[in-house]
Nanobody, 122 residues
Framework: QVQLVESGGGLVEPGGSLRLSCAAS????????MAWYRQAPGKERELVAA???????MYADSVKGRFTISRDNAKNTVYLQMNSLKPEDTAVYYC????????????????WGQGTQVTVSS
């Protein structure tokens, strides 16, 4: 069993910054892509940023130039540095990861964190 735990959310003013963290724990052999999604009230969950095991990154157009995703493989942790925050960034942010647990079977399962609230308001 694997679990992802997010932290770092909170209330910030427009233009402010936050850094989200997501630590994976449990039965982990390897982790493929790690990503951050967000869901605002009344909206569909959307991909914010993703980073592959090779370190390649991708971002939603709405956050390019403001957010940076990174990972620390030694800690099984992914981060999302959010700068120049806007009210429209307000959402619950979810960590996502494809994780292989078995040393024998090459099977990756999709895991989600519980979510952390980010509120950008003055």
């Amino acid at each position: 069993q694997v679990q992802l735990v997010e932290s770092g959310g909170g209330l910030v003013e427009p233009g402010g910054s936050l850094r989200l963290s997501c630590a994976a724990s449990g039965s982990i052999f390897s982790i493929n892509t790690m990503a951050w999604y967000r869901q605002a009230p009344g909206k569909e969950r959307e991909l914010v940023a993703a980073v592959t095991s090779a370190g390649n990154t991708m971002y939603a157009d709405s956050v390019k130039g403001r957010f940076t995703i990174s990972r620390d493989n030694a800690k099984n942790t992914v981060y999302l540095q959010m700068n120049s925050l806007k009210p429209e960034d307000t959402a619950v942010y979810y960590c996502n990861a494809g994780i292989r647990s078995s040393r024998v079977f090459i099977t990756f399962h999709d895991y989600w964190g519980q979510g952390t609230q980010v509120t950008v308001s003055s």
